[in-house]
Each structure stands twice: as structure tokens, then as C-alpha cells.
């Protein structure tokens, strides 16, 4: 039930549904109450320009991101395990035989391996099935991860549905072999949060970041709002609520 509430909450405040909200309200408070209308549609009229705008998004993606890249190849004793966070399947994508990875996963999932087949660190994915899909998302991601990477994989954590619950149950499986220093990847936007999370039930974390913003150089089109920019705004707006929920709910 938390997670249902959390994914509702998270989409009704989150860009662009919740510019899209003030903007209906500006409309129909102007019936009653015109000035007071007419600046809501203006304000959320603004919102929507300025966050559609890419160069907006990666401005704002890079203030989230701390974490240096980490130095390859990595020593064979740099950490116990790499540790892979999954982030999101297709539950319905018929053409590969049902459910796959997401871009987002299939591009953490193809460094960790990397890094893994690199130094001979052992290779743990993690992810259950917070959308309610048939398979966990670490059992997908070993699939691609065995079958089309060509790596590797030691262990399997499947039973979480958000960053806490991963950390807690990574902790877990990996006390047992006495493991406590972690190589962990996920993107650079999630790392702070991901990083934090992990330390908190034990871990020595070592960030391994994934999907670095670049700066390029400006061009015109990333000034003019786009399917782009409403992407990396919304990328950065999830990350900001999850902090949020996290330090209302504690970092434990």
C-alpha cells in the first residue's frame, strides 16, 4: 500500500502533471476570481517553458551529482562485490520474449559488468518487483547480464521495492560472506541518495556512478522546450522527492 501511495503522491507532484494541475486551476479560479487565475496560468505557464528546456535539466542534473567517476580498471581486492541497482523493467515487450530492462537498467547493468569482468569482482544485482511484474528485476537483469553481456552473476537481491529496501537486503545476503565494501552503481543523480542509503545499514561504499551529466556546448535547441527537457527536469524532480520522503522518513 506504501508504494502505491508513494508512486500516486510522486506522480500528482512531480513535473509536468503538477504544472498541468495549477494551470487547470488558474483556468477555473479566473472564472470566479480573474487576477488570481491569470497569475496561476501564468506561473505554471513559465514552469512548463523553463523545466522543458534541456539545458535547464542538465543544469540542474549536475548540482545532484557529487560523486567522482570511479578509476578503472579496479583492483581485484578494491571492493568485495559490485553491486548493480536495478532501475526499472518492460513488463510487455513481446518482440524479446516478455519482460526486459529498461534503458535505464541496461545501461547501469552493462557497467557493472564491465567493472566486474575487468578486476574479477564478484557481481551482485539487485531489484524486486515494485511495479508487480511477473519476474524480479534483478532475475531480468541476470538474463541480460549472463546471456547478452557475457558476465557473470554471484548473487541475486529480489526482494526490494525501493533504494532502502535494496540497501537493507544487499547488507544482508553480503554479511553472510563478510562483505562490508561495496563497489555500488547506479546513475550519478541517484547516488547520493543510493550511497547514503547504503551506509546507513553498514556498508563501506565505494561510488561507482553511472550516466555522468555533460555540459556540451549551448546550442539553440536546448533552450527550446522539448520532450528532452521534460525527461532530465523530471529525472532531477524524482530524485529531490525521494530525498524528501527519505529524510521525512529517516535515513535508517
Aim: aromatic letters at 6%; proline letters at 6%; one cysteine or more.
Amino acid at each position: 500500500m506504501f508504494y502505491v501511495l508513494y508512486s500516486v503522491l510522486r506522480e500528482l507532484l512531480l513535473p509536468p502533471t503538477v504544472l498541468l494541475i495549477l494551470l487547470v486551476s488558474g483556468v477555473l479560479l479566473g472564472r470566479r476570481w480573474p487576477r488570481a487565475g491569470w497569475r496561476l496560468v501564468v506561473a505554471a505557464t513559465v514552469g512548463l517553458v523553463v523545466l522543458g528546456m534541456p539545458a535547464v535539466g542538465r543544469l540542474l542534473l549536475g548540482g545532484l551529482e557529487h560523486a567522482p567517476p570511479i578509476l578503472r580498471p579496479l583492483p581485484a581486492d578494491y571492493c568485495g562485490a559490485v553491486v548493480v541497482l536495478g532501475g526499472g523493467i518492460y513488463p510487455n515487450a513481446g518482440e524479446q520474449g516478455g519482460e526486459t530492462v529498461s534503458a535505464a537498467t541496461l545501461a547501469r547493468l552493462r557497467f557493472g559488468v564491465l567493472l566486474a569482468r575487468e578486476s574479477g569482482i564478484p557481481l551482485l544485482l539487485s531489484g524486486g518487483r515494485p511495479g508487480g511484474t511477473q519476474s524480479s528485476e534483478a532475475a531480468v537483469m541476470r538474463h541480460v547480464a549472463v546471456d547478452e553481456l557475457g558476465g557473470q552473476v554471484r548473487w541475486l537481491e529480489e526482494s526490494s521495492r525501493n533504494t532502502r529496501e535494496q540497501a537493507t537486503a544487499t547488507w544482508t545476503i553480503l554479511h553472510r560472506d563478510g562483505i562490508a565494501r561495496i563497489c555500488l552503481v547506479t546513475d550519478a543523480r541517484h547516488m547520493g541518495r543510493a550511497g547514503a542509503a547504503f551506509a546507513a545499514v553498514g556498508f563501506d561504499v565505494v561510488p561507482a556512478p553511472h550516466d555522468i551529466a555533460r555540459q556540451p556546448e549551448l546550442r539553440v535547441l536546448d533552450l527550446i522546450p522539448s520532450a528532452d527537457g521534460f525527461t532530465l527536469a523530471r529525472q532531477v524532480a524524482i530524485e529531490w522527492f525521494g530525498r524528501a520522503v527519505y529524510a521525512v522518513l529517516g535515513s535508517g
